[in-house]
């Protein structure tokens, strides 16, 4: 199956610093990935579409200064949060939308970020 | 009414139970649907993509009812590996109806036990 890794697995950082996540797709090119965001007891949500070229779209309400999204090349996509706050800690996720899957909106995940701002 | 709206839960069966989780959800325009299963501090994984005819996988059974805007995954012979949170995930278009975004229900959560 489609891999889909992140790095780093976790962070722990001082309030005011930029932390930069990075997701790559393996085995396959992913024209468009996805960053999630999911706070505790509370189900995924989706904050920022990355496509391969170009500006990423970002959902109501997610901060395009804040949360800078570059997908420079068909296998990566990054995130930065830049001046992190404590409200920021949160688990990332990212995903990648395989074209050659059976289906064609099966997105595979990446292990996620567990990012802790101190 | 939520985008995507599952049972609250948590449940808590024994081993070999049958166990059934149910989800609803709001846009009847949503073409594509999915469980996932999450386990703690983990990324989601796909369990099974849910189509009108319905479809099994082996001890998992997966319907979809269109005209209720229901979803149902039953779980046969329930083991203790089964014990995770459930994500009901349906794909919605965006308001321009051309793009199509994952939406996840809050999940279920359930423990098998021995």
């Known amino acids: 199956g489609a891999v889909v890794s992140q790095h780093p697995s976790r962070v722990i950082c001082k309030s005011g610093t930029s932390v930069k996540i990075e997701c790559r797709s393996l085995?396959?090119?992913?024209?468009?990935m996805f960053w999630y965001r999911q706070f505790p007891k509370q189900s995924l949500m989706l904050m920022a579409t990355?496509?391969?070229?170009?500006?990423?779209?970002?959902e109501q309400g997610v901060e395009k200064d804040k949360f800078l999204i570059n997908h420079a090349s068909l296998t990566l996509s990054t995130l930065t949060v830049t001046s992190a706050h404590p409200e920021d800690s949160s688990f990332y996720i990212c995903?990648?939308?395989?074209?050659?899957?059976?289906?064609?909106?099966?997105?595979?995940f990446g292990p996620g970020t567990r990012l802790t701002v101190l | 009414r939520k985008e995507v709206e599952q049972d609250p839960g948590p449940f808590n069966v024994p081993e070999g139970a049958t166990v059934a989780f149910n989800c609803t959800y709001s846009?009847?325009?949503?073409?594509?649907f999915f469980w996932y299963r999450q386990d703690c501090r983990k990324e989601p994984k796909l369990l099974m993509s849910?189509?009108?005819s319905g479809n099994e996988d082996g001890r998992f059974t997966a319907q979809l009812n269109r005209a209720s805007q229901y979803i149902s995954l039953l779980i046969r012979d329930s083991k203790l590996s089964d014990s995770a949170t459930y994500l009901c995930?349906?794909?919605?278009?965006?308001?321009?109806?051309?793009?199509?975004?994952?939406?996840f229900g809050k999940g279920t959560l359930l423990t098998v036990n021995p």
């Open positions: 995903s990648a939308l395989n074209p050659y899957s059976g289906g064609t909106d099966t997105q595979y």
């Open positions: 085995d396959f090119q992913a024209t468009t």
């Open positions: 990355s496509n391969e070229g170009s500006k990423a779209t970002y």
């Open positions: 846009n009847s325009a949503s073409q594509s």
């Open positions: 849910v189509y009108s």
């Open positions: 995930v349906v794909n919605f278009p965006d308001s321009g109806g051309s793009n199509y975004k994952l939406t």
